[in-house]
């Protein structure tokens, strides 16, 4: 128990799935202003966006425009969320050099997500990837509703493991499984990672991307780290969800997962307490109090923070 690493990576998707879900549209300066602030509290790997049809996910739309004014900061990955052909080519125009490129587990979520079924899915990415990866582009094939489906329920882990070991076959860098709909719980996640890790080549990273509907998101991240995963999504404040799975609440807060990892002595670069700004703006701008909790919380022998102070 706890045998834990030095370092992991934390993989911001504020910016992506924070925002795919929200109304109230950021315009290009908005997003450019996240980015630097994520930058400056220390995130080394950021999701911008994804290259989806704006008709379907209106937030995205400006995500062409957004990596063309992309800081380009040395040791930062920017990386964004490819679903088709269409998608790649948009992220190649831009030239962005790190996809996330993902299919679903779940045959529902696979229709509502894209219109086809899982093995169709399959069918029309695996050539993308192999296309990707022979460009060069650092390639992050993903397996949403991995850990359970909004619709179906329980996956079956021989389906997530026989679609791992396809992307692994293909020669991908990373291997992320997703918890789409938030329902997974520490003993689940730590038995799928294994099985997954066991069943893919050793050189292939593995990820997690967890959601704290039920609020084990953080309690499922140790469970990850424990079955030897180290790279994390997390989203600025807490803030996600998927458009097309009804009540899967936000991602695990970046600062939350910061902190809980630094408490324990696992190095992840990010400064939690300089994201504390970027959430009041965020908190602002989107008018409400955002879930992740070490945005409000004041450590022992910390001055309260003024609203002015926080939003400046």
Known sequence: MFDLPESVVIEDEFLRDGLQNEARLFSVEEK????????????????????VHPKWVPAMA??????????KTEGVTYTALILNGAGLERARAVGLRHLSMSVSASETHSM????????????????????????GIAVRAGIQSALGCGFEGRIDPARVIEIARGYSDLGVQEINLADTAGLANPKQVFELSRAVRDAIRPEVALSLHLHDTRGLGLANMLAGLQAG?????AALGGLGGCPFVPKATGN???????FALSEMGVETGIDWRALRPAIAEAEVLLG?????RMGHIRQPGEHETTDQEACA
């Open 32 to 51: 450019l202003g996240f980015v630097r602030a994520l930058e400056a509290a220390g995130c080394k790997r950021i999701q911008v966006g994804s290259f």
């Open 62 to 71: 400006n995500t062409d425009e957004l990596c063309a004014h992309l800081p």
């Open 112 to 135: 509502k997500n894209l219109n086809r079924t899982v093995d169709e899915a399959r069918a029309k990415m695996m050539p993308l990837i192999e296309s990707a990866l022979g460009e």
């Open 229 to 233: 995963v180290r790279i994390f999504d």
């Open 252 to 258: 695990i807060a970046t600062e939350d997962a910061a």
């Open 288 to 292: 409400r109090r955002l879930p992740g």
